[in-house]
């Protein structure tokens, strides 16, 4: 794994380093002539377009997916977009209803809102101070015409769990289409794709380049595409593909899959040291998020009575966030913790 030099890098879960395994895979297709791989009336464009389709087979036996349930994107904001309002927009107004819940990546909230704007209705599961949602708080909240119910495996900011696996029954038994944004599960804990209709990736979570992500969407879901043009990858997302980034994903996909056990030992021994340091330190903090039920190495935790924006200033040899990088502008705090009920003050 690739460091970043004179830094001591604490920010994973925005961005992880290129893995060289990944790197050198992109430095093999950097030598190859840059041709349109949708040019299929020449050899060096059905040359590029196969290693396309290598690359989404190599994807699709990781995941134990099929190669053409695999909508390249430019990553999870885009996957998200297209699973979520791709699906809800394929009916005429009235839209109907939709469920997520109040902890998501603002990708995917923003996409209910615009929902909510162009006439549907929305209901949201909420947090619990642990930063779990509960599955039998969705029951109550299902109507004849909830289209979609959208619930993260694994939370951006606090790692927490979500009960992906009991959701999903619940979605099967009404037959109601079960998207989630997996980005900080692959890797850490797996996908059980079984369970899903639709699931968002990003290479950048997993030591793969930025710019370059999928959607796994179930054969036959109908979607309607959010961008238009060549009509590429089953007329549902249309743009010239990048080999190269392709060819990426599917290569930090296979080693984050192949090392996932690994990968999560690794973390926890490291979470395990660090957080026995701060209590030989006698440092007063607090962990956000339930101590059991998260993925090792996703850590948020509070110190009273100290800024973070003061420990950030302190610190500056060390690259760490205080809340998604996607809310980094805002000065509101972490709306993941203000649905965990916490005051502003506290998050």
Do not use: W
């Amino acid at each position: 794994m690739s460091s970043l030099p004179d830094v001591i890098y604490l920010d994973n879960a925005a961005s992880t380093p290129l893995e060289p395994r990944v790197a050198q895979n992109m430095s093999r297709h950097l030598t190859q002539p840059q041709v349109n791989p949708h040019s299929l009336h020449h050899h060096p464009g059905r040359a590029q377009n196969d290693a396309i389709e290598k690359a989404r087979k190599t994807i699709a036996h990781s995941l134990s997916i099929r190669p053409d349930e695999i909508i390249f994107t430019s990553g999870a904001t885009e996957a998200n977009n297209l699973a979520i309002l791709g699906h809800l927009l394929c009916a005429r107004p009235p839209f109907g209803h939709a469920i997520t819940t109040a902890i998501e990546h603002p990708s995917v909230l923003e996409c209910f809102a615009e929902f909510e704007r162009l006439g549907g209705q929305v209901d949201y599961l909420p947090a619990y101070v642990d930063g779990s949602i509960r599955s039998s708080d969705l029951g109550p909240l299902l109507r004849p015409d909830t289209r979609i119910v959208s619930v993260m495996q694994v939370n951006h900011e606090t790692g927490v769990l979500q009960p992906v696996k009991e959701i999903s029954t619940i979605c099967q038994g009404k037959g109601i289409p079960f998207h989630s944004d997996a980005v900080q599960a692959i890797g850490k804990v797996g996908v059980d794709f079984s369970l899903l209709d639709m699931a968002s990736l990003s290479a950048h979570k997993i030591h793969g380049p930025i710019g370059v992500g999928m959607l796994y969407l179930r054969n036959g879901l109908p979607v309607k595409p959010r961008q238009f043009g060549g009509g590429q990858q089953f007329d549902l997302r249309s743009g010239t593909l990048s080999p190269l980034l392709c060819t990426a994903l599917a290569s930090a996909i296979t080693i984050a899959q192949e090392e996932t056990l690994q990968t999560a030992e690794t973390l926890t021994q490291l979470q395990n040291v660090f957080l026995q340091k701060l209590r030989e330190l006698n440092v007063t903090f607090t962990r956000n998020g339930h101590d059991q039920t998260t993925v090792p190495g996703l850590l948020n935790i509070s110190f009273p009575a100290t800024s973070a924006a003061d420990i950030l200033l302190n610190l500056p040899q060390i690259a760490m966030s205080t809340g998604s990088a996607c809310a980094a502008t805002t000065k509101n705090g972490s709306p993941v913790l203000r649905a965990m009920g916490q005051s502003p003050a506290q998050s």
